[in-house]
């Protein structure tokens, strides 16, 4: 699981996903998402699934971004990549969440 906090606006955390999203490769694709406004806090949500060939399947990556105009939070939970009867991944699920918090970090998230 990622968890990331910043002194950064919410439109502009929620750039920042999107940009780190196209940095994870080709063959990531936006299952869905939503968006909403509380009360003065927004709500960013994005799945995302990309193919793994060393094991010949897809992990997903479920993105929430909350926030203001000044402080957000980004937090992402890998799930899926088991193939097979013993659903062996690989550890695929957990890359893709590394590679995106290292994109986000590179982007100046803590």
């Not at 793994?52 to 897809?58: A, D, E, H, P």
């Given at each position: 699981m990622v968890e990331l906090e910043a002194s950064l606006g919410f439109e502009d955390a929620k750039a920042l996903v999107r940009r780190a999203i196209t940095q994870l490769g080709v063959s990531v694709e936006v299952?869905?998402?939503l968006e909403h406004d509380m009360d003065g806090t927004s709500l960013y949500v994005v799945v995302i699934e990309k193919y793994?060939?060393?094991?010949?399947?897809?992990a997903s990556l479920t993105i929430v971004v909350t926030g203001d105009d000044?402080?957000?939070?980004?937090?992402a939970i890998?799930?899926?990549a088991g193939d097979g009867v013993f659903n062996i991944g690989?550890?695929?699920h957990r890359r893709f969440a590394e590679d995106f918090e290292q994109a986000m970090r590179d982007a100046g998230y803590e």
């Open positions: 299952a869905g998402k793994f060939i060393r094991n010949g399947s897809y000044a402080r957000s939070r980004v937090e890998p799930a899926g690989f550890g695929a």
